[in-house]
């Protein structure tokens, strides 16, 4: 079957402009996971979705992040007054049910340059 | 929180060598070891996972072993390849919020 989709793959914007990232996950995945990736690092988690809610938002570096799953499937993640530092490789994961333990499977990631 | 260290950052090793990459961990409530291997340009793909009731998990050519006494782990690639070549990243996590390794670089050389 389809694994999980990123879209775009690549994301090229100016400093202050708005964005938005959108996460396909598994079918039937409940849980979905952003993380992000800087350059020569492992993936840092940003935020956790249990269905619509997000459980867990505690990665979130500031109040420009901003995530959503409104309907428990597709999940879009939006930053706000993009800064030079935001750039990285954001990737979304998702696992069947709820997260502990569970197999978090990634996508191929959006690679995020704000210039 | 969960800190994982990972070393080395880079191996280099003949084809058919083996590899070692080896990682420590610092909150003992982490129970969950998965290890995941990043190709340039693509997401992290699960390779093999250990969990803490287990020292020692195998599947063909990799092998993960736990000492959750000394809080490490470690990944074992035998009779390497050139696909193997990649990033290796080892995890530690008690929940959903994974915390990974900076990565080791392994290098197969033909």
């Known amino acids: 079957g389809a694994g999980v989709s990123q879209t775009p793959s690549n994301k090229v914007t100016e400093k202050g402009k708005y964005v938005e990232l959108r996460c396909d996950p598994i079918?039937?995945?409940?849980?979905l996971y952003w993380y992000r990736q800087s350059l020569g690092q492992g993936p840092e988690f940003l935020i956790y979705?249990?269905?619509?809610?997000?459980?867990?938002d505690s990665g979130l570096p500031n109040d420009r992040f901003f995530a959503v799953r409104p309907e428990g499937s597709v999940s879009t993640l939006k930053i706000q007054r993009t800064e030079r530092g935001d750039s990285a490789v954001y990737l979304c994961a998702s696992s069947f049910q709820r997260g502990d333990g569970e197999t978090q499977y990634f996508g191929p990631g959006t690679r995020l340059l704000v210039l | 929180g969960e800190n994982v260290e990972q070393h080395p950052s880079t191996l280099s090793v003949q084809e058919g060598d083996s590899a070692v990459i080896k990682c420590t961990y610092s909150d003992s409530a982490s129970n969950y070891f998965p290890w995941y291997k990043q190709e340039l340009g693509k997401g992290p793909q699960l390779i093999i996972d250990i969990r803490s009731n287990v020292g020692e998990k195998k599947d063909q050519r990799i092998a993960v072993t736990l000492n959750k006494t000394a809080k490490h782990f470690s990944l074992h690639i035998t009779e390497t390849q050139p696909e193997d070549s990649a990033v290796y990243f080892c995890?530690?996590?008690?929940?959903?919020?994974?915390?990974f390794g900076k990565g080791t670089l392994l290098t197969v050389n033909p």
């Open positions: 995890v530690g996590g008690s929940n959903y919020k994974l915390t």
């Open positions: 979705f249990q269905g619509t809610g997000a459980a867990d």
């Open positions: 079918s039937g995945h409940t849980a």
